[in-house]
């Protein structure tokens, strides 16, 4: 749990540590929050009453654990439904996945990082980090590259500033020019790779999902293992991933701009 910097008062305080515990993945006791976080006993006990009496948290007082809430919960299945290409994809993804065999990951951008939106597994699973829910590095994975290089340039240089550049493998790009370079090459071919950038023998090929102007709603991606198959290999369905995400593109038009396409049926 960290400070963000923002001037957000008791709200961005009571997010932070609504992160802090949803990070754990499992039930956390206070004392783990206090060695791991950056408030004061009493300023975290406060916001952790106060998120627990509005259902974001729960509390098992028998066993002294902190969970998320009911109400955290439904709001995210809100969320997922009406602010995520998720329900819109999920035909297409399913389909794609079940004609290759292979995973395939549907992503959008979080703030310059990556937000895995779903998640279809190969039939033959492959171990890798890279669940729906998690946020995962912008720079060095297929479908962050993908989405990355088709902002607006504005909106790229300030993704880009927020990339950590940490080298997860020998092959990570760890510097703003290098990455840059990349995705240049990624507007020109409209494919993004990830080679061993973020795990050790786990690949993929990916594309964006652009709306109207070229504006990148979200990426898919067909990943695997060196073990299993190279980039050549995945290169060859990059044509697969086009249709379907332009097939995303389409459906998701009404969803984008639903003012807009309300009118016109009108």
Sequence with gaps: MTKSGHSDGTVGKALEVLDAVAAYGRPVRFK????????????????????????????????????????????????????????????????????????????????????????????????MYSDAGKIGPGYCTGVGKAMLAFLPDSERTVALAKQSYYRHTEHTLTTPEALEAELAEIRQTGISFDREEHEPQIICVAVPILGQGLRPLGALSVTTTTLRHSLDDLEALAPDLKACATAIARDADPWVSPTESRTVSA
Excluded at 80 to 103: F, K, V, Y
């Design 32 to 127: 783990e929050l206090l060695a791991d976080g950056a408030y004061p006993k009493a300023t975290l006990y406060r916001l952790l009453q106060t998120l627990t009496n509005q259902n974001m948290l729960s509390f098992d007082a028998e066993s002294g654990y902190y969970t998320l809430g009911g109400r955290l919960i439904r709001l995210a299945h809100a969320a997922w439904q009406a602010g995520s290409l998720g329900p819109l994809a999920r035909p297409h993804i399913d389909a794609l996945s079940l004609r290759l065999g292979e995973t395939v990951h549907l992503a959008q951008l979080d703030d310059g990082q990556v937000l895995y939106i779903d998640k279809r597994n190969a039939t033959r699973p492959i171990p």
